[in-house]
């Protein structure tokens, strides 16, 4: 599975690309917006510090020639930007459109089966299934993406299903039980992955043992 970093923040990508685990980030108006710097360059620095993996970089656009002209003018900064269309009717045709020219699409705001058939069959790359915001409002968010991964296997489409709204570790553990593709998720739960108090517990017998005997790596 695919771990990507939800931010804006180019401080937390610098951080998390660090520990070599990041396959991509994905980042939507909200969260470029609380960066507080200007989209094209925010954008431009988290590619070149991700250069083999993905950015995901959202239009604003309601209408098909809206998302049209932003979607080719973002897809033209970095060769390793997909860019982000809303699931609507509009967002639909565009991504079809899109991935005609060979513009990849991440097809945002799907919280249904059928949501994830059509951005499947539109030809998104990726289809970002919100789980967090439908388990805020006591629902599982979880059954959409054991849907959506059904769906591709069962007809062969190439999408990914990109787990996203990620408030937790266990939405990370759920995803991989159900085989989603990628996982996105902000970094406070990028780096709770890594936590284990018996790990913290353990290492420190060992540090303790090891000096207690006057042990050496290096003679
Ligand atoms: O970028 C899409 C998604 O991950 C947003 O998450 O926490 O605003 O529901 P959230």
Not at 70 to 97: C, D, F, H, L, Y
């Amino acid at each position: 599975m695919k771990l990507f970093l939800d931010t804006g923040k180019v401080e937390e990508v610098r951080r998390a690309v660090e520990w070599g685990i990041v396959d991509g980030v994905t980042t939507n108006p909200s969260l470029i917006a609380q960066a507080g710097r200007g989209f094209k360059e925010t954008v431009l620095e988290i590619c070149s510090l991700v250069p083999h993996g993905t950015v995901s970089a959202e239009v604003v656009g309601t209408s098909v020639d809206e998302i049209l002209r932003e979607a080719r003018e973002i897809a033209s900064w970095a060769p390793n930007i997909v860019v982000k269309i809303p699931m609507t009717p509009a967002g639909v045709a565009a991504t079809r459109q899109l991935t005609r020219e060979g513009i990849r699409v991440n097809m945002t705001l799907v919280f249904s089966p059928t949501q994830a058939l059509l951005a499947a069959k539109a030809g998104a790359t990726y289809i970002s299934v919100f789980v967090g915001r439908v388990d805020d409002v006591s629902s599982e968010g979880m059954r959409t993406i054991e849907d959506a991964v059904r769906m591709v296997q069962n007809y062969g489409f190439t999408s990914e299903v990109l787990v996203a709204s990620i408030r937790h570790p266990m939405h990370v553990v759920e995803a991989m039980r159900l085989g989603a593709h990628i996982a996105t998720m902000p970094f406070k739960v990028m780096e709770q992955l890594f936590q284990h108090p018996l790990t913290d517990i353990g290492l420190q017998r060992f540090l303790d043992d090891w000096h207690k005997a006057g042990l050496k790596i290096f003679e």
